[in-house]
């Protein structure tokens, strides 16, 4: 019998780390791009999120060459080969790769996708930055040091740096921020964040220890994070739950919703000034904050209250209220001249892409303009949150110094700045 191609690849991925090559395709006709005008891109990272989102989003691009797929997942790397293969958009040399060093080595290679846990976004996105690619990574940060370092790099390196969010693009967010920058509710005082509670299922899991699959790289999956021994709900999805990987719930869905309280507020560039909460930590091997309350006060004197009470969002003036009662919900106002509210062609109109980050990645990485959430406003919104995770951390309020991006007066605060990395990864 002869063996299907799906067959071949899973041959091909079961042999490990070696690329794969495919016979190259002839483009350019009959309308389409032709490879020498199409920005080449390499996946790392292709679970979930960065097939189902990134990936998926990647291939509807017509100017775009998926180029080479890494993961440390046999598995995920085969259904990611399998997307490609089947969108028609076959490149003219794709490779599948464990080791996402190889992807970044490709010259070949313009910009490179990270879909990673978030403990491995900052360390590849530099090495692809010092290799000259530009980066589309998915958020956030794991300490606000990382952020430091690599809002310098992008800069130091001129690449073009996108956080792979969408709620820049989403239409409700976007007339919630012109709204409040233009005065529609008055002076702003307040904002309203709800963010989900704790891990998904709210488990309480034990930490042991269990054989690592043969289709996992698991010593790659841990890279700069301690040693820990393998369970399956420690890996791909549940990163999210642990702090040796994650910020937990406030980072997860913070970089949504309070990326627009601070676009709205107007501060991207700066933050709070303090930050006072509690909270109830996991226990086990989930061990981020499950249930919390967080005030922030900024310099202009704007309260930032988040709560794990749902997914909405609102802004408070003294003139009426603008939000939303959960993610991608509608926008509803006080009254109805806040909500049909008309910005002038002289007011703060705010850049965004409809078509969503993707498409305004690629386009930024030909014009070389920043995108719309380019990489110090990621650095701005990651600060705030960790701020957050180390005030519950630390059981008290803390003053936090934006312009010096230290906490004033507290040197066991200021130690949780950064972390350690495992040899011999590192920044």
């Known amino acids: 019998m002869n063996p299907t191609r799906r067959d071949f690849l899973r041959g091909i991925l079961a042999a490990g780390s070696a690329p794969l090559f495919l016979p190259a395709h002839i483009f350019g006709a009959n309308g389409t791009v032709s490879p020498s005008n199409k920005i080449t891109v390499g996946f790392v990272g292709t679970g979930d999120h960065g097939r189902a989102v990134n990936l998926a989003s990647i291939l509807t691009l017509a100017d775009v060459e998926v180029v080479a797929l890494c993961d440390v997942d046999r598995k995920h790397l085969g259904l990611a080969a399998e997307m490609v293969t089947r969108s028609g958009a076959a490149p003219p040399e794709r490779a599948l790769y464990r080791d996402w060093r190889d992807v970044i080595a490709r010259p070949d290679i313009d910009a490179v996708c990270i879909s990673t846990p978030d403990h491995w976004h900052t360390p590849i996105a530099m090495a692809a930055l010092r290799a000259g690619k530009d980066v589309l990574c998915e958020k956030p940060t794991v300490t606000i040091r990382e952020g430091q370092l690599l809002a310098a790099a992008v800069r130091r390196y001129g ?33 309203r964040v709800q963010l989900p509670s704790g891990n998904l299922a709210r488990r309480v899991v034990p930490i042991r220890e269990d054989p690592v699959p043969p289709e996992l790289d698991y010593d790659m999956w841990l890279g700069p994070a301690p040693l820990a021994p393998y369970q399956p709900e420690r890996v791909h999805f549940n990163f999210r739950w642990i702090q040796a990987y994650s910020g937990g719930m406030l980072t997860d869905w913070g970089c949504h919703q309070v990326d627009t309280a601070q676009w709205a507020n107007n501060t991207e560039h700066t933050g709070p000034v303090s930050v006072e909460g509690t909270c109830v930590f996991g226990e086990g091997l989930y061990d981020t904050a499950w249930d919390f309350e967080l005030k922030y006060v900024y310099r202009n004197g704007v309260q930032l209250r988040i709560e794990n009470t749902g997914t909405g969002l609102r802004f408070e003036g003294d003139k009426g209220w603008v939000g939303n009662t959960a993610w991608r919900r509608p926008v509803e106002a006080s009254s109805p001249e806040i909500l049909d509210a008309i910005v002038p062609p002289d007011g703060v109109h705010l850049y965004t892409e409809p078509a969503r980050e993707h498409r305004n990645f690629i386009d930024c990485v030909r014009s070389r303009r920043d995108p719309y959430f380019p990489v110090e406003k990621l650095h701005r919104l990651g600060s705030l949150l960790h701020c957050g995770n180390i005030c519950l951390k630390l059981g008290r309020k803390l003053n936090w110094n934006p312009d010096q991006e230290e906490f004033v007066g507290d040197e066991a605060a200021n130690r949780l700045r950064a972390r350690a990395m495992r040899e011999p990864w590192h920044l």
């Open 159 to 191: 690449r073009v740096y996108q956080a792979s969010t969408e709620d820049r693009a989403l239409p409700m967010y976007h007339r919630m921020a012109e709204l409040v920058r233009n005065g529609a509710i008055g002076r702003l005082h307040t904002i």
